[in-house]
């Protein structure tokens, strides 16, 4: 609707400054035309907003003006109460500060929709942490935090993945929370790097501080690391034959997406088994996982992931004799 539209262009221009027509109009998916007469109607109601021509022109807001919060439906009231995540909040050490915010914004909101927030809060809750995971330690959280607000550079000393010590000058770009685990994205050697905030053994603050890449978008950035590293992460392909009475086993350590495996597995043999491939990081990962089946699965290949089984069953069979 174009009510909402008229809204949404003075919010843009309200948070993000200065915009082309052609940036409003890709964020709306309208026309640059449509765009151009949106803005003579805001104009017309009193909006002091102008256009600039030129290389460096675009649409803006006269300075310092603001509008009160207005023009919210009950589904962006439900949508904005869904973001907090009360458990991040509290890693960041802000999670008071959440709650006085949205009890605030609650207060500004027209009655009506005001009832709309308690439902929320009463139907839907995120919870970020996995199933019987330990939680990690980062006691330098707060640490990271600060210096990526106050962007000056760290120096730590840092636990890489294969075991290894090394100290580190970095220039932290951002925090990233995925599945309740805490990385930071630093510019190192004038390139970004993820590091796993747990595994950051010694730091602190230096004086010196750094200038963030403009061009330099978090989320983007985030999106396209993680996509790389499934490509690029080798994967170790296990074939087994797994009994009737142990598909439920597996998708209790697999996760559900078994059921996908096993629906399109094809047809059981004669006995019920059926043959199914799943891939791990390695064969050291796929011999302590499917170890801990026992005899729900039998593995068909590769070969030397059955020997490494049946050396693994012999020293705990010795172990417990």
Not at 160 to 189: F, I, N, T
Request: a neutral charge; glycine letters at 8%.
């Amino acid at each position: 609707m174009r009510a909402d539209r008229l809204i949404s262009i003075l919010m843009l221009l309200q948070t993000k400054g200065q915009m082309t027509a052609q940036e409003l109009a890709d964020r709306l998916e309208v026309s640059p035309r449509t765009i151009y007469r949106d803005l003579d109607a805001l104009s017309a109601s009193g909006v002091p907003v102008f256009a600039e021509r030129g290389p460096q022109g675009g649409c803006s807001l006269l300075e310092n003006y603001r509008t009160n919060l207005t023009g919210l439906t009950e589904q962006e009231v439900r949508a904005l109460f869904m973001l907090t995540v009360p458990g991040l909040m509290g890693d960041l050490g802000a999670g008071d500060a959440a709650e006085q915010a949205l009890l605030k914004l609650t207060a500004a909101l027209p009655a009506p929709f005001q009832k709309d927030v308690e439902l929320v809060r009463q139907r839907v809750y995120l919870d970020p942490a996995a199933w019987f995971t330990p939680e990690e330690p980062t006691p330098y959280l707060p640490l990271v935090q600060d210096a990526v607000w106050q962007e000056r550079r760290l120096r730590m000393v840092y636990r890489r993945g294969d075991g290894q010590w090394v100290k580190r000058l970095v220039e932290p770009y951002g925090l990233v929370a995925k599945a309740s685990v805490w990385y930071m994205v630093a510019g190192s050697y004038g390139q970004p790097f993820v590091f796993r905030v747990s595994r950051i053994q010694e730091a602190e603050l230096t004086d010196g501080r750094f200038l963030r890449p403009a061009s330099f978008d978090l989320s983007v950035y985030w999106q396209k690391w993680c996509a790389r590293l499934e490509a690029t992460r080798e994967r170790y392909v296990v074939t087994l034959h797994a009994s009737p009475a142990g598909l439920p086993l597996l998708v209790q350590v697999f996760g559900e997406g078994m059921h996908a495996l096993i629906a399109n597995a094809g047809a059981p043999d004669d006995a019920g088994f059926l043959m199914l491939s799943l891939s791990f990081a390695s064969e050291d990962e796929a011999c302590r996982q499917l170890l801990g089946l026992g005899t729900a699965v039998t593995v068909i290949a590769p070969h030397s992931l059955r020997q490494c089984m049946a050396a693994a069953a012999v020293q705990i069979s010795t172990l417990y004799a």
